[in-house]
């Protein structure tokens, strides 16, 4: 079954809710329509009414299973709800005025309806910078209990083949704690898209075959992980071509229950796996899909500000099955 086939049949009736404070721009507006169309998701479009109406109506789109909300003409007494609701997840960090200022924009408003279980999920980043989408999920929504940092995955898909590349987007030097962090989100991940997740600890040694500080970083995450989360199978150090071809994972790893085996891969540090998804991605010809955040309290998708219609309806399904 296709990835996204699955998880419509997963979301599908779920009459998951999810807000999309970018609701003025086409792209985004086409998406929501469709999904509702789909009865695959509730979407709430936050902008101005008018512009969203005529937009639509330019483009022959029908609204009646779409929620609009106009920020600056929100309910009054809704609006004194959020503000006192902000003031008190700050705690102390802004005052009743700065959290007036801060809801004026639409990410802020939008992760709050996230936040207050308005909305289920939250999809921007059409037109804002990824850190206007990323710092109010974090100040806000926050992470799960037990987690310090989140983390981006890539979903790569070719044909039938589907594995989990992370972090390839957020962290860019993580410690040890952190990468155990991302390994045990990014098996979570991997269950979501139905991939058994057998986690690969990348490093360029396998086994202690090569020593140094980056090898020890992932030699001391690799039994964080799986101190972590002792059901899932989690192996490290691994090089790529001893986790990934079973023969050479016998070789090198003969004891190891991932090594030529394995279906999510943890990368070192980031510079190390936005590389090797890109690789894969140009030179193998796999679907790169993402990145998805994981470790949130609630699901954010940042999108690329050059995001498709498509992808807008893609990353809103995943988005989706990930408040499940």
Do not use: C, W
Not at 57 to 68: F, G, P, Q, R, S
Not at 192 to 211: E, N, Q
Request: aromatic residues 6%.
């Amino acid at each position: 079954m296709d990835l996204f086939d699955g998880l419509k049949e997963k979301i599908k009736g779920q009459n998951k809710t999810v807000v999309f404070p970018e609701g003025e721009d086409l792209r985004i507006l086409t998406a929501a329509v469709r999904l509702a169309k789909d009865g695959l998701v509730k979407p709430i479009l936050l902008g101005s009414e008018s512009a969203i109406k005529d937009a639509a109506a330019k483009e022959d789109l029908n609204l009646d299973a779409v929620t609009i909300i106009d920020p600056s003409s929100y309910d009054e007494a809704k609006h004194q709800e959020m503000v006192q609701a902000l003031v008190e997840r700050r705690a102390g960090k802004n005052t009743e005025e700065q959290v007036i200022e801060m809801l004026k924009d639409v990410n802020y408003f939008g992760t709050m309806l996230v936040y207050m279980k308005q909305a289920d999920a939250m999809v921007s980043g059409a037109v804002h910078a990824t850190g206007d989408t990323v710092r109010p999920a974090l100040q806000i929504i926050k992470t799960k209990p037990g987690m310090s940092r989140i983390s981006g995955a890539f979903i790569m898909q070719r044909n039938n083949e589907r594995y989990v590349f992370g972090d390839a987007a957020i962290n860019i030097d993580p410690d040890a704690k952190t990468l155990a962090e991302i390994a045990v989100q990014s098996a979570e991940t991997a269950r979501l898209f139905d991939i058994d997740p057998k986690v690969a600890m990348l490093s360029f040694s396998t086994k202690g075959s090569a020593a140094g500080d980056m090898v020890t970083k992932v030699q001391e995450a690799t039994k964080l992980a799986q101190e972590r989360d002792p059901k899932t199978p989690i192996d490290g150090e691994l090089q790529f071509d001893a986790a990934f071809v079973p023969d050479v994972g016998a070789s090198k790893a003969p004891d190891s229950e991932v090594a030529g085996k394995a279906t999510v891969f943890i990368f070192p540090e980031l510079q190390s796996g936005n590389i090797g998804y890109k690789i894969a991605q140009r030179l193998g010809h796999f679907e790169a899909i993402g990145p998805i955040l994981q470790g949130l309290n609630a699901p954010v998708s940042d999108l690329s500000r050059g995001a498709s219609e498509e992808d807008v309806y893609k990353v809103a399904i995943i988005t989706a099955a990930q408040s499940l």
